[in-house]
């Protein structure tokens, strides 16, 4: 082992023992006034009342080897834990605050970027109807039990390369039993199908707020419609032909004459 220090002044009185050194090193770990590194890369920490600060990278534990690192915040009982001691690794935020608990924020002015963004990547290949990543908001009921009140899910549709599709669904508990609210599900055609599995649709809020549902049509030649089926499974469509006339077919509309006038 090396040592070397370019000043020195000892004082010892009784067990009392002060040593201060411009420039110390021992082999290769250098202490420079406020600054502790390498030989070669000297200011790797600088050292102040109340504050530490890493000019270098900082790597804990080793592959395989890891340890937990924890943040405290100002408030008792808050803190930033990277938890390795539990069954799976993950970062646990915890807060007794009502305000934000995650802030992400960009100046980037840039067109054509939606920045910033959250992205959940599985890193392996899919197969169809793998799924993907789970948003849930869970929580305790009066009693105390802990439930996952809503989720989003995601999953690959269709994972075949070239062909792609993916589906996205919202459930919340209803009446204590999960339940699909909406489907967003991608199709062969290029296009994407809505579905409500277990629920109603309501647009607007009586007295306090107009409901408009606009269905678009796809050009002159083509009729957007509601396809309607009775108890016996029977399939009706509602149109609105060109002169404003709401109209009732047994089939796909194509033609202003179709089916009969309502």
Known sequence: MGVSWTKETISNSGTAGTTTAE???????????VF???TSDTDLMRLSS????????????????????????????????????????FLHIKTTHNENILLLETTATRSGHDAPDITIYKNS??????????????????GGGQHTFAEIDTYAQDATAGGEEGALFISVLANATATQSLKCIGAADGLSDVQIPDGRLTVGTNTVTQGILDIKRKDANEFSYIKMYSADGTASYLFVANNGTLRIHSAAPTANTDGSAV
């Open 23 to 33: 420039s110390l090193t021992i082999d290769n770990i250098k202490i420079d006034g």
């Open 36 to 38: 502790i590194g390498h």
């Open 50 to 89: 109340g504050a530490l600060l890493l000019n270098g990278s900082l790597t804990v534990g080793t592959s395989g080897n890891g340890s937990d690192v924890k943040f405290w915040g100002a408030t008792a009982a808050n803190y930033l834990l990277w938890d390795v001691t539990a069954d799976a690794d």
């Open 125 to 142: 290949n899919a197969n169809t109807t793998d799924y993907l990543g789970a948003l849930k908001f869970n929580s305790k009921d009066a």
